[in-house]
């Protein structure tokens, strides 16, 4: 593509030197990344600043630079586009430069602190098995077809995302399924994207080390519906789901622009409600009500935060056209997310459960569950992340770990480079409770878990779930909870 044509998306702009007749044939915001005719993108980061690697992304072949700030001497000749924003530029340029992706799919996009992944799934599911080719991005992995492509973000960046979506579509998929996180909103990760379908699952306490209050962390959540549809080309129906039990998501309902589509636990008037719940070891059933009648659901999934993620699901896929009577049959045989609730079979006489409840509110849901179950105790495995993270529900983590436990081991999950002890602190220090052990080794606690565990208990291991690493350090370390548990227990 000429630098002309993809500089014609963006208004406001000063152009240093002559971009006529440069073909652009890649876009970076890594100097290590430069390949032929490549643009680089100068973006300022929580980090390293993009505009200090100017002068070895040249060095490297870059033919052109988009920055926000002066860097004429460090780009000598090479010609640069000065924007106000180049986050929000380099995303809008992605768009262009895969040529609008997210217009040629159904695009479903879930925001919320919990659920996301199961809905997604949830989604996924019912899109294949009613005939749609579905690609999907989120926390623990992309998947496009059988293509599978690791992620250390929920959400990518937008030049890796229109990437993306770009091979969604060479790969002849017609649906992306993609969970959105606040930081992707917040870092314009999704700007441009075309979402055809929006769903919020809740909103509760995480990421406050980003957005300081939970009304800033509601408003970023609430971009996505306030911003659905506003691509560069004219799109057609919309549709939000939204969760009316949650507060913030009644305040979403009130101001969405697109057609409200809502779902309920508690509000009978909700369009999807679920009723008459009845909870088993391993399946769950409840009355689904919609549009004045009723249908009998039953699923492999457990507890009642399962049932809001298929109210999401199916409401989700009937926005896409799909009959609920289809969908409710589609989600009878799904058998669940690696890292979510995911039981493991011991041969030992008690239970092990993987999740990755990593806020209060998913290890109340996570706990709380497990509490309804036939058990002798519960054992507990769990630790937070450190570094730049959200410290500030430590208190309340800990607290309803200690309190809906038998037994808590505290342990690593991605420290960073701070102190498992100060961690231990946080996670302590709103509750009295001596019920615990603190192992700085994950898999050292985790074999210490079932080592204390006797016939009739269940351990939890909560936090890492289906992440794909441990991140201590800088080093991002490849870790799989659910390989070391087997390993543990002699079952590989």
């Given at each position: 593509?000429?630098?002309?044509?993809?500089?014609?998306?963006?208004?406001?702009?000063?152009?240093?030197?002559?971009?006529?007749?440069?073909?652009?044939?890649?876009?970076?915001?890594?100097?290590?990344?430069?390949?032929?005719?490549?643009?680089?993108?100068?973006?300022?980061?929580?980090?390293?600043?993009?505009?200090?690697?100017?002068?070895?992304?040249?060095?490297?072949?870059?033919?052109?630079?988009?920055?926000?700030?002066?860097?004429?001497?460090?780009?000598?000749?090479v010609p640069v586009v000065y924007v106000k924003d180049t986050a929000?530029?380099?995303?809008?340029?992605?768009?262009?430069?895969?040529?609008?992706?997210?217009?040629?799919?159904?695009?479903?996009?879930?925001?919320?602190?919990?659920?996301?992944?199961?809905?997604?799934?949830?989604?996924?599911?019912?899109?294949?098995?009613?005939?749609?080719?579905?690609?999907?991005?989120?926390?623990?992995?992309?998947?496009?077809?059988?293509?599978?492509?690791?992620?250390?973000?929920?959400?990518?960046?937008?030049?890796?995302?229109?990437?993306?979506?770009?091979?969604?579509?060479?790969?002849?998929?017609?649906?992306?399924?993609?969970?959105?996180?606040?930081?992707?909103?917040?870092?314009?990760?999704?700007?441009?994207?075309?979402?055809?379908?929006?769903?919020?699952?809740?909103?509760?306490?995480?990421?406050?080390?980003?957005?300081?209050?939970?009304?800033?962390?509601?408003?970023?959540?609430?971009?996505?519906?306030?911003?659905?549809?506003?691509?560069?080309?004219?799109?057609?129906?919309?549709?939000?789901?939204?969760?009316?039990?949650?507060?913030?998501?009644?305040?979403?309902?009130?101001?969405?622009?697109?057609?409200?589509?809502?779902?309920?636990?508690?509000?009978?008037?909700?369009?999807?409600?679920?009723?008459?719940?009845?909870?088993?070891?391993?399946?769950?059933?409840?009355?689904?009500?919609?549009?004045?009648?009723?249908?009998?659901?039953?699923?492999?999934?457990?507890?009642?935060?399962?049932?809001?993620?298929?109210?999401?699901?199916?409401?989700?896929?009937?926005?896409?056209?799909?009959?609920?009577?289809?969908?409710?049959?589609?989600?009878?045989?799904?058998?669940?997310?690696?890292?979510?609730?995911?039981?493991?079979?011991?041969?030992?006489?008690?239970?092990?459960?993987?999740?990755?409840?990593?806020?209060?509110?998913?290890?109340?849901?996570?706990?709380?569950?497990?509490?309804?179950?036939?058990?002798?105790?519960?054992?507990?495995?769990?630790?937070?992340?450190?570094?730049?993270?959200?410290?500030?529900?430590?208190?309340?983590?800990?607290?309803?770990?200690?309190?809906?436990?038998?037994?808590?081991?505290?342990?690593?999950?991605?420290?960073?480079?701070e102190k498992i002890e100060d961690i231990v602190e946080g996670l302590?220090?709103?509750?009295?409770?001596?019920?615990?052990?603190?192992?700085?080794?994950?898999?050292?606690?985790?074999?210490?878990?079932?080592?204390?565990?006797?016939?009739?208990?269940?351990?939890?291991?909560?936090?890492?779930?289906?992440?794909?690493?441990?991140?201590?350090?800088?080093?991002?370390?490849?870790?799989?909870?659910?390989?070391?548990?087997?390993?543990?227990?002699?079952?590989?």
């Amino acid at each position: 593509m000429l630098a002309s044509e993809l500089f014609s998306y963006i208004r406001i702009k000063e152009i240093s030197g002559n971009i006529d007749g440069i073909e652009i044939k890649q876009l970076s915001q890594d100097n290590r990344q430069i390949g032929q005719n490549t643009a680089f993108i100068c973006i300022k980061g929580s980090q390293v600043d993009g505009h200090d690697f100017v002068e070895s992304a040249k060095e490297n072949g870059a033919v052109l630079f988009v920055a926000s700030e002066d860097i004429s001497e460090k780009a000598g000749g090479v010609p640069v586009v000065y924007v106000k924003d180049t986050a929000k530029v380099m995303a809008r340029l992605a768009d262009v430069f895969y040529d609008f992706p997210s217009e040629k799919l159904y695009m479903v996009g879930i925001t919320g602190t919990n659920g996301k992944t199961t809905t997604a799934h949830l989604i996924e599911h019912i899109f294949e098995k009613c005939g749609f080719s579905t690609g999907i991005m989120g926390t623990i992995g992309h998947r496009i077809g059988k293509i599978k492509i690791p992620t250390k973000n929920t959400t990518p960046d937008a030049l890796t995302l229109q990437g993306i979506l770009r091979k969604m579509i060479d790969e002849r998929c017609d649906s992306c399924v993609m969970e959105v996180s606040s930081h992707a909103i917040a870092l314009d990760r999704v700007l441009g994207c075309n979402f055809d379908c929006a769903i919020f699952t809740n909103l509760t306490h995480e990421h406050l080390e980003l957005h300081k209050t939970m009304e800033n962390y509601a408003h970023t959540k609430q971009r996505l519906f306030l911003e659905q549809g506003h691509s560069l080309k004219n799109s057609q129906f919309k549709a939000a789901v939204i969760n009316v039990d949650d507060k913030y998501g009644r305040d979403f309902a009130a101001e969405t622009v697109s057609e409200l589509i809502t779902y309920s636990l508690k509000d009978e008037n909700a369009d999807f409600f679920a009723r008459e719940l009845k909870f088993e070891a391993d399946s769950t059933k409840f009355v689904l009500v919609f549009s004045g009648k009723k249908y009998d659901v039953k699923t492999n999934l457990i507890g009642e935060f399962n049932v809001y993620n298929l109210l999401a699901a199916i409401a989700g896929a009937f926005a896409r056209g799909i009959a609920v009577e289809k969908a409710i049959e589609a989600v009878a045989d799904f058998g669940g997310v690696d890292g979510r609730m995911q039981r493991i079979e011991t041969g030992r006489g008690y239970s092990v459960i993987v999740d990755f409840a990593h806020t209060p509110d998913g290890l109340e849901n996570a706990l709380g569950t497990l509490n309804k179950l036939p058990h002798k105790n519960i054992i507990t495995v769990i630790g937070h992340s450190g570094g730049n993270r959200d410290s500030s529900m430590r208190p309340e983590l800990g607290k309803i770990a200690l309190e809906n436990s038998e037994r808590v081991i505290f342990t690593a999950d991605n420290p960073r480079h701070e102190k498992i002890e100060d961690i231990v602190e946080g996670l302590i220090s709103a509750c009295p409770s001596e019920n615990y052990i603190v192992i700085e080794k994950r898999e050292e606690a985790i074999k210490a878990a079932f080592d204390m565990a006797s016939e009739g208990d269940i351990v939890l291991l909560a936090g890492k779930g289906g992440e794909p690493y441990q991140v201590i350090g800088d080093e991002y370390i490849p870790y799989d909870e659910a390989e070391v548990a087997k390993k543990l227990l002699n079952l590989n």
